[in-house]
């Protein structure tokens, strides 16, 4: 995974300066509402565990970005649940996430429960996932580095 390479700094960086705590928080109430909506409908569920081949212990935010990363899990929630979205959860949202996550872990030392799973999680729209998040903080790094010239 390209985003647990980024530096300590630059995660500290654009987590306090892009994200920010309201949008985290509003992530991480998103998913949330999300998962316990789905959690009851125990038999839909249980499927989307399987199909991530979900780790007894899990936190909310890496089971969010699992079963959402997943294209088809995440159609299947949509239609299920009647959604009003595009089709699709933005991937915006889970690179967010997945960039909040690998913060908590790299910079203030606090491991979400399978953590280690998504590092090493090689399902269906991951590695967008994962691509997205690594490029937004490329972004970031290349417009810390910019100075105004005048003429």
Not at 3 to 18: C, P
Not at 79 to 98: G, H, M, Q, W, Y
Request: charge should be negative; proline fraction near 1%.
């Amino acid at each position: 995974m390209h985003t647990y390479q980024i530096s300590e700094s630059v995660l500290d960086g654009y987590k306090n300066e892009k994200l920010g705590e309201e949008r985290i928080n509003f992530l991480i109430a998103q998913a949330n509402e999300q998962l316990d909506e789905i959690s009851q409908n125990k038999e839909i569920y249980d499927g989307f565990l399987n199909r991530v081949n979900a780790p007894k212990k899990l936190d909310n935010i890496i089971l969010w970005i699992l079963l959402m990363s997943n294209e088809r899990i995440c159609d299947e929630y949509i239609d299920e649940f009647n959604k009003d979205f595009r089709d699709i959860i933005p991937v915006s949202d889970l690179a967010d996430l997945l960039l909040y996550a690998v913060h908590l872990k790299k910079v203030k030392n606090i491991a979400l429960d399978g953590f280690e799973y998504l590092l090493e999680y090689e399902g269906e729209g991951i590695e967008e996932v994962d691509q997205f998040s690594f490029t937004n903080a490329l972004l970031y790094i290349q417009k810390s580095k910019e100075v105004e010239m005048e003429f």
